[in-house]
């Protein structure tokens, strides 16, 4: 079975351009959840989303925004990049939102 | 809210020998508590879970865990590491906030075997 997977997988932008990440979850999965990972630390949760619904939203500022379609993938939506968005930003999937969550690969965005 | 500590930011260790790549957590209540792998330019791998029950946990790649309540304690252990075993760590745990169950994750563990 595939898992999760993640597109594209690298990003080069601008600062204050926009970018859009997106994810597919494994086959059954209802839920999504969006996390950012600084190079050298752990990843910080962004936002879950389950059945299309928003059940959750970590500490980020109202630049990030997603949205889950009714084939359960998910995209993240970041407006005005500044430098400090350059991460890794991962995507995991899980059956319910409470569920065992499982990482897709990531997709690794540099902000110049 | 939650907190993860890892206290081992690196741990070198020869092939073969043992490891144990410690964490600590500050929930009181009921937890739920994961360990990911890291490999360089990848996403993060289920390596173990702990939801309930026994408190011994054991993974993929030869990995266990031991989940201790009174020590707030959830250390990985291998008993003989290989080369490729070198990676980071992530030490996890589950928290309900406002109707979502969000990670929270440590800060990591690069563990890098030796031949």
């Known amino acids: 079975d595939a898992g999760v997977t993640q597109s594209p997988t690298h990003l080069i932008k601008t600062r204050g351009q926009q970018v859009t990440l997106r994810c597919s979850p494994i086959?059954?999965?209802?839920?999504v959840s969006w996390y950012q990972q600084v190079l050298g630390q752990g990843p910080q949760f962004i936002f879950q989303?389950?059945?299309?619904?928003?059940?959750g939203r970590g500490n980020f500022p109202d630049r990030f925004s997603a949205r889950q379609f009714p084939n359960y993938s998910s995209e993240l939506n970041v407006n005005a990049l500044l430098l400090g968005d350059s991460a890794l930003y991962l995507c995991?999937?899980?059956?319910?939102?409470?569920?065992?969550?499982?990482f897709g690969p990531g997709t690794r965005l540099l902000v110049l | 809210a939650q907190s993860v500590t890892q206290l081992d930011s690196q741990v070198p260790v020869f092939e073969e020998a043992p490891v144990e790549l410690r964490c600590n957590y500050s929930?009181?209540?009921?937890?739920?508590l994961f360990w990911y792998v890291q490999y360089p330019n990848q996403g993060l791998q289920l390596l173990l879970k702990?939801?309930?029950?026994?408190?011994l946990v054991k993974g993929i790649n030869g990995f266990e865990a031991e989940f201790n309540k009174s020590q707030t304690s959830f250390h990985l252990r291998k008993p003989s590491v290989h080369i490729s075993d070198t990676a980071e760590y992530f030490c996890?745990?589950?928290?309900?906030?406002?109707?979502?169950?969000?990670?929270?994750f440590g800060t990591g563990t690069r563990l890098k075997v030796l031949a």
């Open positions: 702990y939801l309930s029950g026994s408190t």
């Open positions: 086959s059954g999965h209802k839920s």
């Open positions: 989303y389950y059945e299309k619904e928003e059940r």
């Open positions: 996890a745990v589950r928290e309900r906030s406002s109707g979502t169950y969000k990670y929270i």
């Open positions: 929930s009181s209540v009921s937890v739920y």
């Open positions: 995991a999937s899980s059956l319910g939102f409470q569920e065992t969550q499982y």
